[in-house]
């Protein structure tokens, strides 16, 4: 094998290769199609632009999709109640703060309140997914259709709007600060999970866990509380991304507030390399792929797709991304490789 | 003889027994409490088929997909797309009804082929080809058209609405007349195919062959089964019975609009559950899966003749249920293996 080969062989190897490449892709699309894209301007002492746009939308997609790589990973299952409970904790902040022309309750409480409502929804999941040993995708159902419920039932099936101004700020800007608030959140939501991961052993365990809880267990690690833990994070994150959701809204509307968006997240586990059955993980490659579905959102209505007709374009790249990273298909494209070079040498052979 | 029954009754078929004995409760209870509401009449009964006719063929097929151990998240999509084809064949291109119906059910069958071809050789996780698909489908009705089209077509609205009476459990109206229950045809195709699905789950190779593949897959491949293939056809099947529930759906609704049966997939994997199929795959019966859609169809009746009630309650009650049923089946299951 020559040298440039090998090179070549250690990047696409890098288990990062395959989502940024995408992500790249989207973008180097972008550079064609919409040249402005990549422009970015300062108006009223913010920052304005199409990239900037992508990370403030993709921000409450990012902290879900965290969320949702450690549940994945610990218990080789999807968490599809996390859009629900975005607008149940949403719809519990709004409800505690009043829609008066003052809050009833201090600012930070609602936001508490919020993030408790995620963990609590977040630990019922857990409680069942880890002690009750449910599948994933059937314990989480449950408040998958009761949330939205419970969350109408608390606005009484009204859209609440908060009339304070400073409710704004989490889903717009801090004054006086350039950058949009939720970039901030998300930053702060993956920096931190990534350093508790790294500095604890955590990671590790979640990742012993998730490739096999029996023999985890055999080694004296507490297979229940980690998966328990990781879906009451995954609920917390849950919380956070409806405090953000709300915000940018200063509304709940508990039937639209993130539908859908648990869709997302999971694909953004999946466009980021991770394996839905659980084990191996990388929070960065959820990130790229939360970046990437939104970038491709975003590019999309740039080209004048309309909102309805997006999810047609979205599920053809989602084909495309997903069956270039699929192993089978790698594994025959090699087979059919080896099988033009032993043509070629038999034909030389022949000659 | 005690020995006998216990033996028949093991975990699975008892969760089903819950599951019916639940509905009978439920309905026995709807009787009692409305009975000043007429809850008793026949036709209440027959409603629950007519309201659901739609959720029980898509159920079927959805039960199909999850004894292998899959799943389908695409069949809301795949329903909303059928109806706006249908609307949109018959009302904007002037097409013949009975083409139209075949062509959807076609497209259906395809769309199926294409997840399946996915999921069984190209062995991308389930959740996301059909997470795919949903999005497609989804947009594509979009791409028809973005306005809502109504059914005029004379001949479809009369399969519609042509009402069949049924020859017993007439009763005697206010004015003394015999008035005898009536059905639609949509619940004539989804009992049929209730039916089918029964007797081929149950008694072919090809039925037994899908609860091998999803109990083992690795037995399976031992036994000499084609697992791919068959799991192929069942998600063939599986579009295809969702593009009929498409059909069936626009027979209650006689129109296309994007919004159409969003969400109908987790009520079908919702009414699967209640009904005692295991997501693992392996374990599961339409039998089940049509007490579950019952069971559903009961709440939401019980809430409509209720009348203060507010909507949502029904997510909340279908929720607890659902809750109720999983933790029974998740006792059931570690009972079992304490047994072993």
Redesign the interface.
């Known amino acids: 094998m020559s040298k440039t080969q090998e090179i070549v062989k250690k990047i696409t190897g890098y288990h990062l290769f395959w989502p940024l490449f995408c992500l790249v892709i989207v973008l180097l699309f972008n550079l064609i199609k919409t040249p402005t894209f990549f422009d970015i301007t300062i108006q009223n002492g913010v920052l304005y632009g199409y990239l900037i746009d992508v990370l403030n939308r993709s921000s409450e997609l990012i902290i879900l999709a965290v969320g949702m790589t450690l549940v994945v990973a610990a218990s080789g299952g999807t968490d599809i109640s996390v859009g629900a409970v975005s607008a149940f904790a949403g719809a519990v902040c709004i409800f505690a703060l009043g829609t008066g022309e003052t809050y009833q309750i201090p600012y930070i409480f609602g936001v508490l309140l919020a993030v408790l409502i995620g963990a609590l929804c977040g630990a019922w999941n857990g409680f069942l997914v880890a002690k009750m040993k449910i599948q994933p995708m059937v314990a989480t159902l449950i408040l998958f259709t009761a949330g939205r419920g419970i969350a109408q039932l608390i606005t009484g099936g009204n859209i609440l709007y908060v009339k304070v101004d400073s409710f704004k700020r989490l889903g717009a800007f801090l004054p006086g600060v350039p950058i949009p608030t939720p970039i901030f959140i998300a930053v702060i939501v993956v920096i931190v999970t990534s350093l508790i991961l790294k500095k604890t052993a955590l990671g590790l365990y979640i990742q012993s866990v998730g490739i096999n809880a029996k023999a985890a267990k055999l080694v004296g690690l507490n297979a229940t509380v980690i998966q328990f833990l990781s879906y009451v994070f995954c609920g917390l994150c849950a919380g956070i991304a409806g405090l953000i959701i709300t915000s940018r809204i200063y509304s709940i509307d508990a039937n639209n507030a993130g539908l859908n968006i648990e869709l997302d997240a999971i694909l953004a586990v999946a466009l980021g390399g991770n394996s839905l059955g659980g084990g191996k993980f990388s929070i960065a490659g959820s990130v790229i792929g939360a970046i990437t579905i939104q970038a491709l959102t975003t590019s999309l209505y740039a080209m004048k797709v309309t909102a309805d007709q997006l999810p047609v374009y979205k599920a053809i790249v989602v084909i495309i991304i997903v069956a270039l990273q699929s192993p089978e298909l790698k594994k025959w494209m090699k087979h059919m490789r080896v099988k033009n070079s032993t043509q070629n040498v038999e034909r030389v052979v022949e000659q | 003889m005690i020995k006998k029954v216990r033996e028949r009754l093991d975990g699975n078929s008892f969760l089903l027994m819950i599951t019916i004995l639940l509905f009978i409760a439920l309905y026995i209870a709807g009787v009692l409490i409305f009975s000043d509401k007429n809850f008793g009449k026949p036709q209440v009964f027959f409603n629950l088929f007519i309201n659901n006719a739609s959720l029980i063929v898509a159920a079927v097929g959805m039960t199909m997909v999850l004894i292998t151990g899959g ?1 389908d998240i695409s069949i809301g999509s795949v329903i909303g797309m059928s109806c706006m084809m249908l609307a949109w064949m018959m009302e904007k291109q002037g097409m013949n009804p009975v083409v139209s119906i075949v062509i959807v059910l076609i497209v259906g069958g395809v769309f199926g082929l294409v997840q399946g071809f ?1 999921v069984a ?5 389930p ?3 059909t ?6 489908a ?6 028809i058209s ?1 306005d809502m089209i109504s059914i005029t077509n004379e001949t479809f609205l009369k399969i519609a609405n042509s009402k069949i009476y049924l020859p017993f459990l007439a009763i005697v109206n206010k004015k003394g007349n015999l008035v005898y229950p009536y059905i639609y045809p949509s619940v004539v195709i989804a009992v049929v195919i209730l039916i089918v699905a029964f007797i081929v789950l149950r008694y072919t190779a090809f039925g037994r062959s899908i609860y091998a593949v999803g109990g083992n897959e690795q037995s399976a491949l031992l036994m000499g089964l084609n697992v791919r293939r068959t799991k192929l056809k069942v998600y063939v099947l599986n579009g295809f019975l969702a593009g009929l529930a498409g059909f069936v759906f626009c027979l209650n609704s006689c129109g296309g609009f ?1 919004e159409q049966a969003r969400g109908f997939e ?1 009520e079908a ?2 009414s699967s ?1 209640i009904g005692g199929t ?3 795959g392996g374990v599961g019966s339409v039998v089940g899966s049509l007490f579950g859609v019952l069971i559903k169809g009961t709440i939401e009746s019980l809430i409509t003749f209720q009348g203060t009630l ?1 909507s ?5 009650v ?3 249920l ?2 109720f049923f ?2 029974l ?2 006792i059931f ?2 009972l079992k293996d304490k047994k072993k």
Do not use: H, N, P
């Open positions: 799943i996915f050789y190209l062995k991308i996780q959740f996301i080809v997470l795919a698909g949903m999005f497609f989804r947009g594509m009705t979009a791409v973005s994007v987790m994997i919702a559950v295991l997501l693992t507010s949502w309650w029904t997510k909340i279908i929720a607890a659902l809750c999983i933790i089946q998740s299951a570690k």
